[in-house]
């Protein structure tokens, strides 16, 4: 998908989405400061605390907002080259991009999600992850949702496009619907 609106799992989410938040952050930022300026336009002494009332119960919206945004900034979508190295392997699998999944302990930008009848397998080329805490986790949540375990997450992404070509189609493995779930699974630990 390449253009219109972008969902979780498609190329370019991530980008899309920081431009979004970013307008709602400063939209809620605005309108604080617009009520609060508000106040100094007005005599009566009920409706400088009422505009008060409002600038404050408009921050929490904006936070909420803020929070994600500004944990999940620095993750951009990769290139265009890596988007079009991973496309061949469409065919083989579902295919995410762009996910910022979160564990109690860590943020994972995984730049492309193969949920595959074989396992789920992520490249994150982030340096300070760590993965064996990571795929436990997430092997965990899996057990948890009744999938199988079998998380595994590549910094490397020569090993990732490795590990993608030694795939058979899924198309050759019985559909029992848990690539669908775990691809939901995934999207759902999603910012």
């Known amino acids: 998908m390449t253009g219109g609106k972008k969902q979780k799992g498609d190329y370019g989410y991530r980008n899309r989405r920081k431009m979004i938040q970013l307008a709602e952050v400063l939209f809620g930022a605005a309108a604080i400061i617009a009520q609060?300026?508000?106040?100094?336009?007005?005599?009566?002494?009920?409706?400088?605390?009422?505009?008060?009332?409002?600038?404050?119960?408009?921050v929490l919206?904006?936070?909420?907002?803020?929070?994600?945004?500004?944990?999940?900034?620095?993750?951009?979508?990769p290139p265009e080259e890596f988007h079009k190295k991973v496309q061949p392997y469409e065919?083989?699998?579902?295919?995410?991009?762009?996910?910022?999944?979160?564990?109690?302990?860590?943020?994972?930008?995984f730049d492309a999600v193969m949920v595959h009848p074989m396992g789920?397998?992520?490249?994150?080329p982030a340096e300070k992850i760590d993965t064996k805490k990571a795929e436990k986790t997430l092997n965990e949540s899996f057990r948890r949702q009744k999938l199988d375990p079998n998380v595994k997450i590549m910094k490397d992404e020569k090993a990732f496009f490795n590990r993608l070509a030694g795939l058979k189609p899924m198309s050759e493995y019985e559909d029992d619907?848990?690539?669908?779930?775990?691809?939901?699974?995934l999207k759902s630990m999603s910012m």
Do not use: H, W
């Open 61 to 77: 919206p904006t936070a909420n907002v803020a929070s994600p945004f500004l944990a999940a900034i620095r993750y951009k979508t």
């Open 91 to 109: 065919s083989k699998g579902l295919v995410l991009y762009d996910l910022v999944v979160t564990t109690r302990e860590q943020i994972l930008p």
């Open 120 to 124: 789920v397998i992520a490249c994150c």
């Open 177 to 185: 619907g848990s690539v669908e779930y775990a691809a939901r699974t």
């Open 36 to 58: 609060l300026l508000a106040r100094n336009f007005t005599d009566s002494q009920a409706a400088r605390n009422v505009l008060t009332v409002m600038a404050i119960l408009s």
